[in-house]
């Protein structure tokens, strides 16, 4: 069976599986916020080793991913899928930040303490500045690359149980990494996911509402404290003929 590394960790895989299915069975540090549906590139990862057994990038991929990020090795988990026997080596977008921010703000000093590393600060800083420039840059090829797919039935009301099953999934890992201050984040910041979620949801209701997907209505993500409600995510993408 292939193999593939992911953070370090190694983990069987099956001929055909996606990198994201891998990722998701063994819980590793991996985004899927649209449920391995190609509209959100949180599953985005860099391919160390092993690149020439996945399959070759296709529409979806290269709607987020401009061709100089494809040959630098990125690639979807939720479109990249393992062809052949080998090993694959990668690192995930959410592994990479985590690591970043703890050389930033987590480095512990002569004295035991953790202190900033100015330096480190500043390539967090770039890094997220950066991935965030290209995702804005990204979004018209995204938006016409879900049109076609939504015309052509490929986007289905399958996709919306994913996008609600992926968030009720990832939620209490979320609200694990804010509220236990896995990075070192205070309990004070808790609040801002629930407004982080709700823009997200409804950027997929505005989505498929522009895209023929019925009548998106809107899903709404509360917080008090460190405990979360999130509500299913009401999003109707077009239902294939």
Request: contains cysteine; aromatic residues 6%.
């Amino acid at each position: 069976m292939p193999t593939v590394e992911i953070n370090g960790q190694k983990s069987q895989a099956f001929v055909e599986e996606t990198l994201l299915a891998v990722g998701r069975r063994e819980k590793s540090h991996i985004g899927y916020a649209c449920g391995g549906n190609g509209l959100c590139q949180t599953c985005d990862v860099v391919v160390h080793e092993g690149g020439e057994l996945l399959s070759e990038p296709n529409e979806v991929e290269k709607a987020w991913n401009p061709q100089k990020k494809l040959d630098d090795g990125h690639r979807l988990a939720c479109q990249a899928r393992v062809m052949k026997e080998g090993t694959v080596t990668l690192t995930t977008r959410p592994e990479k930040t985590k690591m970043l921010y703890e050389e930033a703000f987590g480095m512990a000093g002569e004295d035991g303490k953790k202190h900033t590393n100015m330096a480190a600060i500043g390539e967090l800083m770039a890094f997220i500045g950066i991935e965030t420039v290209e995702h804005t840059v990204r979004m018209p090829f995204v938006f016409m690359n879900a049109f076609q797919r939504i015309s052509a039935g490929e986007l289905t009301e399958q996709a919306n149980q994913d996008i609600q099953e992926a968030w009720k999934e990832r939620m209490p890992e979320i609200q694990e990494l804010m509220s236990k201050s896995t990075f070192g984040v205070s309990d004070s910041l808790t609040p801002l996911l629930g407004s982080l979620t709700a823009t997200v949801q409804n950027l997929f209701g505005s989505l498929t509402g522009m895209f023929g997907g019925g009548n998106p209505q809107t899903a709404e993500a509360s917080s008090e404290g460190t405990a979360y409600t999130v509500q299913d995510l009401p999003i109707e993408l077009g239902k294939k003929a």
